[in-house]
């Protein structure tokens, strides 16, 4: 623990007394202890490479290649994913997967290369491995997309496990995206990049790195194609990046360049080739397909620290109402429990929970809960006995109880590795919604603690199950979020099989949209937090995770009204939509900021209320196709070398194109627009790409613009579903899809596919099926018929 945490520890639990404070000093020390005790020694290491090719062993999808030092397996799936796998590496035990390995594709063989060496060829990838161990990813026509150098390790001579690095090479003008929810994206440039989900302790900005959800999962654009590279292990690990750059003239390109260090687990991972969206397709195959939230969810979310009790969860909702803010759900904060013990009910404050739940439920309003990891370490408590009595807690190397310091003080943390422990957890969730709680969302899941800001509350030497497997911290850390997601999913869908579980959690891995989605934790107010609040939305959307949002608003204060308004106006149009408010001096709550603010967040308000039909579609086709709600403008065409490196505007699905305001002052802004006709939809006016058009931006809304010839499902002016429909180019067809939410459950409902048309001085809507084109059942509005 350095000082700078010390100081960080001290400051958050001082208001609890130093005695809080004493016990925060003791648990890091004793963590130190324990990982002293618990870890091997660091001693001599001896380096190793693959040496020369020897062998060659044919296999389903591949095969295997033996050097004189390691051998690699390589297999290619009928998703058209590559696995490779060093050291006898198999797919198999993985947090990642969403079940067993996918087939290998039979067509997929091994077969001799020049110079020594060995390739595989597939349908729509190439592999090629070096007599030495260089393995390249080629497209089918032999462009090489990646070429990864012979890896090294690290063995201890005392055994145990290695380190290693894996140096890799990309295409001049490649870009590089993903790693998770990284502040300083989307695009990430040269740097380096750890992986271990860290509590930064306080409200962060773009220069914070890591933060809570960090994956190694890297996706790579460039002109001659797009992959994607997830080295399959949860150990603690850096991956530096190095753009390339192009010779001029006659010069010669100087590559990008990607090292992936690990501190152990196995060198295996997943390459997957093609188009943006046939890769997240094929990785939402390998990985699992995105949860469904439930409908309500994908409305807006308020949180309050601080809620006295019931009235004044009554006096904030009725707020809402009175100023005319539409509003689907209100967050409780550990601030509702019983002495902040988890799954308790503080009954002073909050007497008669499930009766509040029942009302607001009446108004449409749902009520979630904050749950944290942390159980407090107090003989009596039903959920401590419980863990207790089930062996459900992580002990240290000795088989002592590990001990922590939380908001409950003195706590102990569950081994959601073990599937045991993951089923007791899952159930606790009965008295959640006997409360009246419709939804979760996990705070402090990395886990951390009040001793622990920067690193895991946690030893690296506590151990864990791991499936059954046996292992320590260094190995569960990451996927620990991941782990207590799944219970929560798991417990709900058994707890209540006709409801869809709303889970969202701040820490998570490779994975993690199988349960739910993601909340960024703790964004600072100032402007860099507005721009890191939309890197981790797309970033985490190109690792896989669709659903996830920023607290609008912030947690620290400070938010003037224009920064307040502009953030409202972004977060309007991210799938997880939640504002915050402290609760400490007000401030917070959008009629508290004065008349013109409260006009303009109303009319932010009102259109997220409008577009969810639009935002459940979306959801609906990411479960399906992998595709992120919110995708980077050059998601339909990756080789726009200028798209690539636009950051400060998004599409939001296939119809619409967002364009935040990031700066102070601004009214009017540049937007740079993917090929075709674009409207604006507030003005009507079209623009046409690609190419930079400014756009105005007044306080009262940011630019949005509607792609000529989109249909997009609406909330009509009383209630029920419209389409929208951008006139297409003239001589050109339009179209768009429509899913209708068909409440709780598995079931998957139909999809609408609705195709728009010139038909003399109008456009025509019409409905496609079965039994050929038909009218819609739905009202339909034409818009940009003036642009002809």
Not at 187 to 197: E, F, I, S, T, V
Request: aromatic share 8%.
């Amino acid at each position: 623990m350095s000082g700078r945490d010390l100081v960080r520890s001290m400051k958050a639990v001082g208001s609890a007394g130093a005695a809080q404070g004493l016990r925060t000093v003791r648990a890091s020390w004793r963590r130190r202890r324990a990982d002293a005790a618990g870890l091997p020694a660091r001693g001599p290491e001896r380096a190793r490479v693959p040496g020369p090719v020897q062998e060659a062993l044919p296999g389903p999808g591949g095969g295997t290649l033996r050097f004189g030092r390691s051998e690699l397996r390589i297999r290619v799936a009928v998703n058209g994913a590559v696995f490779l796998g060093w050291d006898g590496a198999e797919p198999e035990p993985s947090y990642a997967l969403a079940g067993p390995c996918p087939e290998p594709d039979p067509r997929a063989v091994l077969e001799p290369d020049k110079e020594g060496g060995w390739r595989v060829v597939a349908e729509r990838v190439t592999v090629v491995v070096s007599r030495h161990g260089a393995v390249e990813v080629c497209t089918p026509g032999g462009v090489v997309l990646r070429r990864d150098l012979p890896p090294r390790w690290w063995e201890r001579q005392e055994g145990g496990a290695a380190r290693w690095m894996q140096r890799s090479e990309v295409a001049a003008d490649a870009r590089f995206f993903g790693l998770g929810g990284r502040a300083s994206g989307p695009r990430l440039r040269d740097g380096a990049y750890r992986l271990w989900n860290t509590d930064p302790g306080q409200a962060f900005g773009a220069g914070d790195d890591p933060l809570h959800l960090t994956m190694p999962v890297q996706l790579v654009v460039a002109d001659a194609g797009t992959h994607l590279a997830f080295h399959d292990t949860s150990w603690d690990g850096t991956v530096v990046l190095r753009e390339g750059e192009e010779g001029a003239g006659s010069g010669h390109d100087r590559p990008g360049a990607c090292e992936v260090r690990m501190d152990g687990g196995p060198l295996r991972r997943w390459v997957i080739v093609g188009t943006p969206a046939r890769v997240l397709l094929a990785w939402a195959s390998l990985t699992g397909a995105p949860a469904v939230p439930p409908a309500w969810a994908l409305g807006h979310h308020h949180v309050r620290r601080g809620f006295d009790g019931e009235q004044e969860v009554r006096r904030i909702v009725a707020g809402y109402q009175e100023h005319g803010l539409p509003l689907d759900a209100v967050h409780l904060d550990v601030d509702h429990y019983a002495d902040h013990q988890v799954f308790t009910v503080d009954q002073e404050r909050f007497p008669k929970l499930p009766v509040l739940a029942e009302e607001l439920r009446r108004d449409g309003i749902r009520l979630v809960s904050v749950v944290d990891p942390a159980v407090k370490a107090a003989p009596g408590s039903a959920v401590y006995d419980g863990g207790v009595a089930g062996d459900a807690f992580v002990r240290d190397a000795s088989g002592r109880l590990v001990e922590g310091v939380g908001r409950p003080g003195e706590t102990v943390f569950p081994d959601f590795t073990d599937a045991r422990v993951r089923r007791w957890w899952g159930g606790l969730h009965a008295e959640r919604i006997e409360q009246g709680f419709a939804g979760f969302w996990h705070d402090r899941d990395e886990p951390t603690s009040f001793a622990a800001f920067g690193e895991s509350t946690l030893p690296r030497s506590a151990r864990h199950s791991l499936e059954g497997r046996g292992g320590d911290h260094r190995e569960a850390h990451n996927v620990y979020g991941l782990c207590m997601a799944r219970a929560a999913y798991e417990g709900l869908r058994r707890l209540d099989p006709e409801q869809r579980p709303f889970v969202v959690s701040r820490s998570g891995w490779a994975g993690l949209q199988r349960y739910g989605g993601a909340w960024s934790g703790e964004v600072g107010t100032g402007w860099p937090g507005l721009r890191a609040s939309l890197s981790l939305v797309l970033g985490l959307g190109l690792c896989g995770v669709p659903c996830s949002g920023p607290d609008v608003g912030g947690s620290d204060g400070g938010a003037s009204p224009e920064l307040y308004l502009r953030r409202l106006q972004l977060g309007a149009y991210l799938p997880l939509f939640r504002t915050h408010a402290s609760g400490r001096g007000g401030g917070r709550e959008p009629w508290e900021f004065g008349t013109e603010v409260l006009e303009h967040a109303r009319g932010a308000l009102v259109e997220r209320r409008r577009l969810m039909p639009y935002f459940v579609t979306l959801a609906h086709l990411a479960s399906r196709t992998g595709a992120p709600y919110v995708r980077p403008v050059w998601w339909g065409s990756p080789r726009d070398r200028a798209l690539r490196d636009c950051e400060d505007a998004f599409l939001l699905g296939d119809c619409l194109l967002v364009a935040p305001v990031l700066e102070p002052g601004a009214d009017r802004r540049t937007v740079r627009l993917p090929r075709g006709r674009w409207y604006d939809t507030a003005t009507g006016r079209a623009y046409e790409g690609p190419g930079q058009v400014l756009v105005d931006a007044p306080s009262s809304r940011i630019p949005v613009l509607a792609r000529a010839g989109a249909v997009l499902p609406v909330r009509g002016e009383y209630g029920g579903l419209e389409l929208e429909a951008w006139a297409p180019v003239p001589g050109r067809t339009g179209g768009g899809l429509v899913v209708r939410d068909a409440g709780g459950g598995e079931e998957e409902p139909e999809i609408e596919r609705y195709v728009s048309r010139w038909e003399g001085l109008g456009v025509v809507v019409e409905r496609e099926g079965e039994d050929g084109v038909q009218v819609p059942s739905h009202p339909v509005r034409v818009r940009g018929l003036g642009e002809r």
